[in-house]
């Protein structure tokens, strides 16, 4: 989260002062969702045939829907300029449903007329041209998994860790997606890119015009502007019905909603990449464009809350990926980083995308400190909390891929611990 | 891109195949495929709402920090605080520490637009695009510079009668600005070191 969450709640709280709440009505009360919450949270148990086998089951429907035992849910919810985690402890393999990919909003999600929505891009090009989203669809494509992470993501646990931190409270900003979408180079080519255009502006489509400054170079090497995520169109909260996507930058700069491009010789300087995804640094400094999102891990499996059963053998599951290409090694310690093995690497290695590791572990009972290190092709090694630490300062804000660790104790109770 | 096909044409076996995208994107390929339309002037003027540092795109028009205080008052205090001092979950944009930029060492110390913001066109630009939060878009030219000029002038940034407007408010040197650099991450590709 970039600022404090503002709710539903306190928003028709602060627009009924400011008498702009009129606009507001339409939208779902605050307690309505409670009382959804509230409705998800205390489900009954499922009932089922004591032997499904012995009876037809049920028919088909239009949409599937999980099983009644299975309920992941994003977390919070009622948000109109804050954040929704995607529950990580849920989730295995490496994409991320649809459904549970984490969304940072800063002015609500835009209901958008795919049919009205157009694209300008304009400024340094020999021809300034509005593309509609269906003409944007008859550019060749590509399909790619990429993941995207909000440079926020593990604020709570760098600053106000406490052992009562799921996967999700901890690093729930990250979500990994097969992307579909016309190359950014295709579109610089249609346009005619004049030589000298360095800087582009993106510009969302909401309510706050959320704009970022960009690098040509960067939308010349890999960057898309994507129309599909996981073989449907984008979800409205992931930038219906089109959104910029910059393989392992940080997620603020995947401008959603977007409706236009603007080239030009400098950066904009927006309040999003001056006021804000700005990192303070020991020595009076902040860091600012500081894109590229480092390498990190995290172990979903044992996490908080679960509790191991009995000593034995268990799958230490987790995933790791690096904005600057392939995660090429994670090692896992189960004895707070005293000694490291190499763990299994279950998934493709695709650059700017998450790979899922997997270490089996024989627990002998005792007090256990469980940690990953993920490495990339750039030789880059995840750092501990403590080095991190010594080098942004314990204030900055932004990009906090320290290594994370995860106690089990020895009644199997898993609590997360973040001084690594 | 072409590295991208080179390695899929070399994966699958097929080095004298060209890829069917050549023909398109390849650099014998048209370049331009003759998709979607000639932007019109309406098209992008409608649109066309960015301000860089140097002034450029800021419109036409001028406020005080005198005219600002009531707009501020009645469009903005209700979530900002009377004197700027934030109501959480919105945030504080006046009366930051001065003469220190030791962020790093407390994400306590506010940062506000007086000790942090770098420019002070990005406060003309943002409150055009974004602010009052549930009717954005709403202020006149007239009114953007005038509450800009009194968050200025709140800050000390900008004596209380001066007229803002397009070649004064470019003309603002920010307190903070010399504090920000560059990202040196970058350019090493990585690496072992943690920056």
């Excluded at chain 1, 999980?66 to 849910?73: D, I, L, M, Y």
């Excluded at chain 1, 409205?236 to 996507?245: A, C, H, T, V």
């Excluded at chain 2, 637009?113 to 939060?133: E, F, K, S, V």
Aim: aromatic letters at 8%; a neutral charge.
């Amino acid at each position: 989260m970039d600022e404090k969450p503002l709710t539903r709640r306190s928003l028709i709280a602060g627009a009924a002062v400011a008498a702009g709440g009129a606009l507001l009505s339409n939208l779902p009360s605050a307690d309505a969702q409670q009382v959804a919450n509230q409705a998800v949270a205390a489900l009954p148990p499922p009932v089922v045939p004591a032997d499904p086998t012995k009876g037809p089951g049920g028919p088909t429907t239009a949409v599937g829907s999980r099983s009644a035992f299975v309920n992941p849910t994003r977390a919070p919810v009622g948000e109109i300029t804050g954040t929704t985690l995607t529950p990580l402890h849920a989730l295995t393999g490496t994409i991320t449903p649809s459904d549970l990919h984490f969304a940072r909003i800063h002015a609500g999600i835009p209901a958008i007329d795919p049919e009205k929505h157009t694209l300008i891009i304009h400024g340094l090009v020999d021809r300034p041209t509005t593309f509609t989203v269906a003409d944007l669809k008859r550019f060749p494509s590509v399909t790619r998994p990429h993941f995207v992470e909000c440079a926020g993501n593990g604020r709570s646990a760098y600053r106000t860790p406490k052992p009562e931190m799921t996967p999700q409270q901890v690093d729930g900003m990250i979500a990994n997606s097969e992307w579909t979408g016309v190359p950014l180079s295709a579109l610089f080519r249609e346009v005619g890119v004049k030589r000298e255009a360095s800087w582009f502006l993106a510009e969302g489509g909401d309510a706050c015009l959320m704009a970022r400054s960009i690098p040509v170079s960067k939308g010349k090497d890999d960057a898309l502007i994507a129309w599909a995520q996981n073989g449907e169109p984008i979800r409205p909260e992931q930038g219906f019905p089109i959104r910029l996507l910059l393989p392992g930058w940080e997620g603020n700069t995947n401008v959603k909603w977007l409706r236009r491009m603007k080239l030009g010789t400098e950066p904009f300087m927006t309040r999003w990449e001056t006021a804000k995804y700005t990192d303070p640094l020991p020595g009076g400094k902040a860091r600012i464009f500081s894109f590229e999102m480092d390498a990190k891990s995290i172990i979903t499996s044992p996490a908080f809350p679960e509790r191991l059963s009995k000593p034995g053998w268990w799958p230490v599951s987790g995933m790791a990926w690096s904005g600057r290409g392939r995660i090429t090694r994670v090692d896992v310690s189960t004895d707070g980083g005293k000694t490291w093995v190499e763990a299994e690497l279950l998934t493709a290695l695709t650059p700017k995308a998450v790979v899922r590791f997997q270490h089996m572990w024989q627990w002998k009972g005792n007090d256990s400190l469980l940690m990953s290190r993920a490495v990339d092709e750039t030789g880059y090694v995840q750092p501990s909390m403590a080095q991190l630490k010594a080098v942004r300062g314990p204030g900055t804000d932004y990009h906090f891929n320290a290594i994370r660790g995860w106690r089990v104790a020895r009644d199997g109770a898993v609590t997360f611990e973040a001084n690594t | 891109m072409r590295r991208w096909i080179f390695l899929l044409a070399a994966v699958a076996g097929t080095s004298c195949r060209v890829d069917s995208r050549d023909d398109y994107l390849g650099d014998k390929g048209p370049g331009q495929l003759g998709i979607g339309h000639a932007a019109t002037n309406e098209e992008i003027a409608a649109e066309n709402f960015d301000v860089l540092p140097n002034g450029t795109g800021l419109p036409a028009g001028s406020g005080t920090a005198e005219q600002g205080a009531p707009i501020y008052a009645a469009q903005c205090a209700s979530c900002h605080g009377e004197n700027g001092e934030g109501k959480p979950p919105y945030p504080q944009l006046l009366g930051g520490p001065r003469n220190t930029f030791d962020f790093a060492s407390d994400y306590k110390i506010p940062r506000t637009i007086g000790n942090y913001w770098p420019y002070a066109t990005t406060l003309y630009d943002y409150i055009h695009r974004a602010m009052p939060l549930t009717t954005p878009g709403s202020l006149t030219a007239d009114q953007t510079y005038a509450v800009t000029a009194y968050l200025l002038a709140r800050e000390g940034i900008l004596a209380p009668g001066q007229v803002l407007d397009a070649k004064s408010l470019a003309a603002v040197q920010m307190p903070a600005r010399a504090h920000f650099v560059e990202d040196d991450r970058r350019g090493t590709v990585g690496g072992a070191k943690v920056r």
